[in-house]
């Protein structure tokens, strides 16, 4: 099994910043690519950005791309997402998944991913 906390959200402004943490334990987790997502009320969950296992490669949903970025520090078991330029439809909870099996791509997938945690909430006001 494998278990993953995130933390850092919470209320910020428009144009402000949140750096999120996903805690992971359970497994060898430098072995496995992560991701985050996110999902709005009433609306479906979708892909924020992943990074692979051993994190060369980093994939960015397009809303995202040059405001969000991942990374994964494999000597902390943990990976992150740095939010920056933040706008109120950012708004949703957050969450961090781990890959099904160890040494594939992140992926934008929700199917390919295994493990989830609880999530953590990110509000942004206008």
């Known amino acids: 099994q494998v278990q993953l906390v995130e933390s850092g959200g919470g209320l910020v402004q428009a144009g402000g910043s949140l750096r999120l943490s996903c805690a992971a334990s359970g497994r060898t987790f430098s072995s496995y690519a992560m991701g985050w997502f996110r999902q709005a009320p009433g609306k479906e969950r979708e892909f924020v950005a992943a990074?692979?296992?051993?994190?060369?490669?980093?994939y960015y949903a397009n809303s995202m791309k040059g405001r969000f970025t991942i990374s994964r520090d494999n000597a902390k078991n943990t990976v992150y997402l740095q939010m920056n330029s933040l706008k109120p439809e950012d708004t949703a909870r957050y969450y961090c998944a781990a890959r099904s099996q160890p040494y594939y791509s992140g992926t934008s997938r929700m199917e390919d991913y295994g493990y989830w945690g609880q999530g953590t909430q990110v509000t942004v006001s206008s």
């Open positions: 990074i692979n296992w051993g994190g060369g490669s980093t």
